[in-house]
């Protein structure tokens, strides 16, 4: 164990000097892995950040029940009695038929043609909104609360959240599909630089093999340098994300102050910081492995 330990000292020791020896081509190195990681990244907290945007804009979806005209005052309040007992429900709002039609009529558009009316037509109604923002878990309650006594009907403004997350998870796809990509491309860029590392020590490589070194020993240098190539280029991509996050959270607060909200783009949250440094190591791992394997088959 303890000669073990000893060989991987040597050879992370080994790899420090051999980057130590060449900082311009390990620097562009870890520049180009941390760029091709700060792209799919940064439109990942995008579409986070985008999400969360247009549910503070949009407020959340709600579920609205419609009275019948035979329904009394009594059972009524026994009706939102019923309502606000409900575990997946926030809220609970009466709308009465004269405050709707009074709502109705403060909007311009439709001033007129309420003036003319003789009668209320509107009904009495209650204004729901639930816990859950998926469309599936809201047309669920409202099915469930239009089959309750006195409900005519049930509507649910469920459009704005549907289309939403058709966008979002195109969007996602769309990431997952760049990372994959570029992750592609990492593994190349780090398979091109050991495979010039191992050309420029193929001699050394041979001796080491006469010498009776393992495949193993040979490649272990080399698995540490992609691995660590990996893993500098995640952290240069989170540096590129936390200052772009920096510098535009001053816009943002400044856009947000000017319509009078409030809101303040979110980070990357620590899992997904650490999925990525986790992902870049091994992908620069596995490039290594592939260069070194392909050379030490010719040897």
Do not use: C
């Amino acid at each position: 164990m303890i000669a073990w330990l000893a060989h991987h000292r040597a050879a992370l020791g080994l790899t420090l000097g051999r980057m130590a020896a060449t900082p311009f081509a390990t620097l562009l190195t870890v520049l180009v892995i941390g760029v091709a990681l700060a792209l799919p990244a940064s439109l990942y907290l995008a579409l986070d950040n985008l999400g969360n945007l247009a549910v503070r804009v949009s407020g959340a979806p709600e579920i609205t029940l419609f009275l019948a005209d035979t329904v009394a005052a009594d059972q009524a309040r026994e009706l939102a009695a019923t309502l606000k007992k409900r575990p997946d429900l926030k809220s609970v709002r009466f709308v009465g038929r004269d405050q709707a039609l009074k709502d109705l009529a403060s909007r311009s558009a439709a001033a007129e043609v309420v003036a003319t009316l003789g009668t209320n037509p509107l009904p009495d109604a209650f204004v729901l909104t639930a816990k859950a923002t998926e469309p599936g878990a809201l047309e669920a309650i409202r099915a469930e609360t239009a089959k309750l006594p006195g409900v005519a009907s049930a509507t649910l403004d469920s459009k704005w959240a549907q289309r939403l997350s058709a966008l979002l998870a195109l969007g996602h796809d769309f990431v997952v599909l760049l990372a994959a990509l570029l992750g592609t491309a990492l593994v190349a860029v780090s398979f091109n630089t050991i495979r010039l590392q191992v050309m420029a020590q193929r001699d050394e490589i041979e001796v080491s093999r006469l010498l009776g070194a393992t495949d193993a020993f040979v490649r272990r240098p080399y698995l540490y340098l992609g691995t660590l190539q990996g893993l500098i280029g995640a952290l240069v991509a989170l540096g590129v994300l936390a200052v772009a996050l920096l510098f535009l959270r001053t816009r943002v607060d400044t856009v947000a102050q000017a319509y009078g909200s409030v809101f303040q783009l979110s980070g990357l949250a620590w899992a997904d910081a650490g999925l990525i440094l986790a992902l870049s190591a091994a992908l620069g791992w596995l490039g290594a492995w592939l260069a070194t394997g392909q050379h030490l088959r010719r040897i």
